[in-house]
Nanobody, 123 residues
């Protein structure tokens, strides 16, 4: 059974940075696509970014392009989401998810989900 655990969330001021981690256990990372999603208060869950670990393809939501960067470390079985120039509207519960077929940031493509880590952007 694949297990995903997110970490790295917290409170940050607007313009600040955070790096989220998604540690994967139960299988090797390069078999999967990994997506990052977030749910803001009162809003639907939305796709933020994703990476096909095997070939390095990445996707980003328009709202985070140029500010967020997704990467993977196969040796550590971990995927990262580097977030910079954070805005209050980036606030939310951030989840990582894994799927055996890569389809970008569409949540239906992902079968395994972590519990989430909270990101709050506020002054």
């Amino acid at each position: 059974q694949l297990r995903l655990v997110e970490s790295g969330g917290g409170l940050v001021q607007p313009g600040g940075s955070l790096r989220l981690s998604c540690a994967v256990s139960g299988s090797t990372l390069d078999h999967y696509g990994i997506g990052w999603f977030r749910r803001a208060p009162g809003k639907e869950r939305e796709g933020v970014s994703s990476i096909s670990v095997n070939d390095g393809r990445t996707n980003y939501a328009d709202s985070v392009k140029g500010r967020f960067f997704v990467s993977s470390d196969i040796a550590k079985n971990t995927v990262y989401l580097q977030m910079s120039s954070l805005k209050p509207e980036d606030t939310g519960l951030y989840f990582c998810a894994a799927g055996e077929s890569y389809s970008g940031i569409h949540s239906w493509a992902y079968d395994y989900w972590g519990q989430g880590t909270q990101v709050t952007v506020s002054s």
